[in-house]
Structure formats: structure tokens, C-alpha cells
């Protein structure tokens, strides 16, 4: 009778551990998948930021070297200097822009040193100050040839 209820008593704690036990499996196994998880989570995360900073790293070399080369045009030089409207010939070359390039959808502004519009590509509207609204790249010492 002793082994019977010595048996029994296995039996009962056995019936009584196995669930938690199985549980504990269960949660542990939910717990790793989510640490690997997170961790291919972190893992695309920082390629992505990568991948995006060397994107915006070469598209403002590309903005830049568009902006040095209409910097070098005599007439858009002169429309500075005559704060003359030449939205016309930015709107074109915006447009052959899109056509022979990856630059879609450029707008350009024509900005003197004070901040004063000068011209637009997108509008006709001039002679609004930019500096208390848009942060500028000035060249320290600006003159032209």
C-alpha cells in the first residue's frame, strides 16, 4: 500500500509540475524569438539608417554641384545683380533637369545675401525675405567674376 500511494503521490505531483513546466518551455521560447527578433529588427534598422545617410549625403553633394554650376552662369549673376525675374529660365531648366537626370521635381530660388527672393521656379512671387524662415548655407565672401 505504501508503494501504491508513493506512486500516487508521483503521479499527483507530476500531473501538478508538467503543466507549469510546459508553460515555462512555452514562455521561454516566446522570449527568445522575441530577443532574435528584436535583433534582426535592430540589425535592418541600422542598415536602413546607413543606406538613408549615404543617400542624403549624396544627394546634397548632387544639389550642391548644381547650385556651384547655375552659381557660375553669368545670367543668372546678373539677375542677381539687376534683381531681375528670370523664373522663366529656372522653371526651364528645372524641366531639363527632370528630363536628363535623376532630379525630378527641382525648384530653385534665386536668394540675394539679405535673404530676398529674387526669383522662383514655381511662382511668380519675389521680394519676400527668407531669413527669419528657411536656414541658409551662405558663402562667406560672395563676389562675381
Do not use: C
Not at 49 to 60: A, N, P
Amino acid at each position: 500500500m505504501k508503494h501504491k500511494n508513493g506512486l500516487m503521490l508521483l503521479v499527483a505531483i507530476f500531473i501538478l509540475v508538467s503543466p507549469r513546466v510546459v508553460r515555462l518551455n512555452i514562455f521561454y521560447k516566446e522570449y527568445q524569438h522575441t530577443i532574435q527578433t528584436q535583433k534582426i529588427y535592430s540589425k535592418l534598422t541600422s542598415e536602413i539608417t546607413h543606406k538613408l545617410q549615404v543617400l542624403i549625403e549624396e544627394q546634397t553633394n548632387a544639389t550642391l554641384t548644381i547650385a556651384l554650376a547655375l552659381s557660375e552662369n553669368k545670367s543668372v549673376q546678373q539677375a542677381l545683380v539687376d534683381k531681375r525675374d528670370i523664373g522663366k529660365y529656372l522653371k526651364d531648366f528645372s524641366s531639363r533637369l527632370a528630363q536628363e537626370s535623376d532630379f525630378k521635381n527641382v525648384w530653385f530660388g534665386l536668394v540675394d545675401r539679405n535673404g530676398t527672393v529674387v526669383s522662383r521656379s514655381w511662382s511668380n512671387l519675389r521680394g519676400d525675405n527668407l531669413l527669419g524662415i528657411r536656414e541658409f548655407n551662405t558663402i562667406k565672401s560672395p563676389y562675381i567674376n
